[in-house]
């Protein structure tokens, strides 16, 4: 997350199909060709061993020679085959399968859809019975993420700003911090005087001494429960999961759009406010304008 990793080059996914495909077509081809020889051959055996060895010499049903039969029995079979290869599979091919596949997903859900509602009114949840979500004290989500919210690609920051690391190590300092197993692993090490509580569900999950291993959000809170601000810092699903259990919120904006795999969940206004906005522009250690803004509940 807070490292600089060199990204493995890698084959456009597309191209790669394209090669697998070719790949397929080239061996299909071959098998075909290798048919169609053994089928010339095949013949001509069949043709000598009946005229010259006289092999079935007497079988001769409608008056016509046994291996004409054979002959256009194997025939068959082999147009059968140039059928399948030429034009079964331009018609009934990947593409085809894909888009009986998406059919057949599309009523499924439409199906699940009906039933989910017909479930819904037919047994409706009491409204006593709704789970509440209890706010865990003190509890702070810190990120960076661009204005589309983006926070990282291939579990790596898309930036690098020097006064965000610097407030980052400021305000976590001698806290708890949650976090899901990559991100954790995005360190070199554990960033020291801090608690780190991995979210993870491999089991018998190796971590240095003093890094505490728990499957559940709520088995992190419970965790960090002695600390007065525990803080989440990532990845995309652990702030999804925290955000209703959070107090405050402290976030960079970068002023930027970014590719990314990863997010922090949008922000509701209705249940969230602006505490506090401090805005700095780009300069040599910054190559991108950002606001540390802090949120809290209304």
Not at 85 to 106: C, P, R, S, Y
Not at 201 to 220: M, N
Request: hydrophobic share 40%; net charge positive; charged share 25%.
């Amino acid at each position: 997350m807070f490292g600089k990793k060199k990204q493995p080059s890698q084959i456009d996914q597309e191209q790669l199909e394209l090669i697998i495909n070719a790949q397929k077509r080239i061996k299909q081809k071959k098998r075909l060709y290798i048919h169609f020889v053994v089928f010339l051959i095949g013949s001509v055996f069949f043709i000598l061993l009946n005229l010259v060895l006289g092999f079935g010499k007497d079988v001769n049903p409608f008056n016509v020679n046994w291996f004409v039969y054979a002959i256009l029995a194997w025939l068959f079979l082999l147009l059968y085959h140039t059928f399948n290869v030429f034009i079964t599979h331009k018609f009934m091919g990947k593409d085809w399968e894909e888009q009986q596949l998406n059919a057949l997903i599309a009523r499924q859900k439409s199906r699940i859809a009906e039933l989910r509602h017909k479930v819904e009114k037919d047994y409706p949840v009491p409204e006593s019975t709704e789970k509440k979500t209890k706010i865990s004290k003190g509890l702070t989500l810190i990120a960076a993420a661009g204005e589309n919210d983006a926070i990282g690609k291939s579990n790596q920051l898309i930036w690098h700003l020097s006064n965000d690391l610097k407030r980052f190590k400021a305000l976590t300092k001698n806290h708890c911090m949650i976090m899901g197993r990559k991100t954790f692993e995005s360190f070199p090490k554990p960033l020291p005087n801090r608690t780190h509580i991995i979210i993870t569900r491999q089991l018998q999950y190796k971590v240095p001494d003093g890094v505490v291993v728990v499957d559940t959000l709520e088995d992190a809170l419970d965790a960090a429960k002695r600390d007065p601000q525990p803080f989440i810092i990532g990845g995309g699903e652990i702030y999804r999961l925290a955000l209703p259990f959070a107090e405050k919120i402290e976030l960079t904006r970068v002023h930027a759009h970014f590719d990314a795999d990863t997010f922090f969940p949008k922000i509701d206004t209705s249940v969230w406010k602006e505490a506090g906005n401090t805005f700095h522009n780009k300069d040599d250690k910054h190559d991108y304008p950002f606001s540390f803004i802090t949120y809290t509940r209304r």
